[in-house]
């Protein structure tokens, strides 16, 4: 079965740092390509950053451009979300996210609290 387990989420002042990680399973990772949304209380879900399968294609919201780096490395099945220049609007619960055979696959999400 498809799994996908985020970790590194924690709280961090502004401007600080963080890398966030989704961990892969069940399915053929580097077959696809792979993204992060989040979701701030009482707002949207939102695509943050998206990376392609195998040609590390990238794309990012606009609110991060600049600021957010999505990486993967196919050989660990994992996706990596590193996070500079931390707002408050940051704040939220991150998402990893699959497309497989046009179903979409969650994690349960990391959170991420900048504050000071």
């Known amino acids: 079965q498809v799994q996908l387990v985020e970790s590194g989420g924690g709280l961090v002042q502004p401007g600080g740092s963080l890398r966030l990680s989704c961990a892969a399973s069940?399915?053929?990772?580097?077959?696809?390509?792979m993204s992060w949304y989040r979701q701030a209380p009482g707002k949207e879900r939102e695509l943050v950053a998206r990376?392609?399968?195998?040609?590390?294609?990238?794309n990012y919201a606009d609110s991060v451009k600049g600021r957010f780096t999505i990486s993967r490395d196919n050989a660990k099945n994992t996706v990596y979300l590193q996070m500079n220049s931390l707002k408050p609007e940051d704040t939220a619960v991150y998402y990893c996210?699959?497309?497989?055979?046009?179903?979409?696959?969650w994690g349960k999400g990391t959170l991420v609290t900048v504050s000071s």
């Open positions: 996210k699959a497309k497989i055979w046009g179903m979409d696959y």
């Open positions: 069940g399915f053929t990772f580097s077959s696809y390509a």
């Open positions: 990376i392609s399968s195998t040609s590390g294609i990238t």
